[in-house]
Nanobody
Framework: QVQLAESGGGLVQPGGSLRLSCAAS????????MGWYRQAPGKERELVAS???????YYVDSVKDRFTISRDNAKNTLFLQMNYLKPEDTAVYYC?????????????WGQGTQVTVSS
């Protein structure tokens, strides 16, 4: 069984920073590639960053050089450091498996954490 709980969102001015955390349960989450997704109002959920169990990271172009994904496998926790935030980063952020087949298999999402970038 997998459970995911995101935290760390909030209201921040453009150019500011936030650090998101995701507490994951279940052995599968510590050995698989995990990712951060976001869903803005009226848009589909998108994967913005992912990290393998070994620490190799991938970023979508829109967040590259601004966001940093990391993980603590021992604590089964995923992080997303977000710097130089822009209004277009406003969304609800979720963590989950990066592989679509695992997302479908476990069929679980956390409550997400709201990030609002506004002056």
């Amino acid at each position: 069984q997998v459970q995911l709980a995101e935290s760390g969102g909030g209201l921040v001015q453009p150019g500011g920073s936030l650090r998101l955390s995701c507490a994951a349960s279940g052995s599968m989450t510590s050995i698989n590639t995990m990712g951060w997704y976001r869903q803005a109002p009226g848009k589909e959920r998108e994967l913005v960053a992912s990290i393998t169990s070994g620490g190799s990271a991938y970023y979508v172009d829109s967040v590259k050089d601004r966001f940093t994904i990391s993980r603590d496998n021992a604590k089964n926790t995923l992080f997303l450091q977000m710097n130089y935030l822009k209004p277009e980063d406003t969304a609800v952020y979720y963590c989950n498996f990066a592989a679509p087949r695992l997302v479908r298999l476990f069929n679980v999402w956390g409550q997400g954490t709201q990030v609002t970038v506004s002056s």
